[in-house]
């Protein structure tokens, strides 16, 4: 749902000109867009914090499975972009390395990617929201 947030501006091209025919007046209009962002940043909010309960309760779980998951992903994470980007072209074997890479299903990129992604996401997020109702 982050997403949403860096995607504010373009939804407001969007529904501009529609929000123009439904609300003539402009200063309603600006109020109608402010509620709009505030309700996605509120949302945002929530759902941030829901995240946050998940992360402190695997954090704070006896199973060390769940404790140590998010972290064991980060780091493969950065061992591949190391290997791939770094380790693999100094012992020339980037081209058997992309190739492999492009062997995974596209099914299991995406789950990586999503998954990853959202959590970065939110991580940043998460940084700039409280800023941003600060103001």
């Known amino acids: 749902m982050g997403a949403f947030l860096t995607l ?3 939804l407001m091209q969007v529904l501009g000109p529609v929000l123009q ?17 505030r309700a996605m940043l ?5 759902l941030n914090k829901a995240m946050a309960d998940v992360m402190k309760a ?8 769940a404790r140590n998951a998010r972290p064991a992903v980060v780091f493969w994470a950065l061992a591949m972009i190391t290997w791939v980007g770094v380790i693999s ?8 390395t992309v190739a ?12 990586l990617s999503v998954g990853i992604g959202a959590y970065m996401l ?7 929201v409280p ?3 600060a103001k």
């Open 42 to 46: 509120d949302q945002q909010a929530d």
């Open 122 to 128: 939110a991580r940043s997020v998460d940084k700039i």
């Open 58 to 65: 695997d954090a704070s779980s006896e199973s060390k499975w």
């Open 8 to 10: 504010f501006p373009v």
């Open 21 to 37: 025919k439904v609300i003539p007046d402009e200063g309603k209009r600006a109020e109608a867009q402010a509620e709009l962002q």
């Open 89 to 96: 072209p100094m012992i020339g074997l980037q081209a058997e």
């Open 100 to 111: 492999a890479l492009k062997g995974v299903p596209e099914d299991l990129w995406s789950l």
């Open 131 to 133: 800023q941003v109702l």
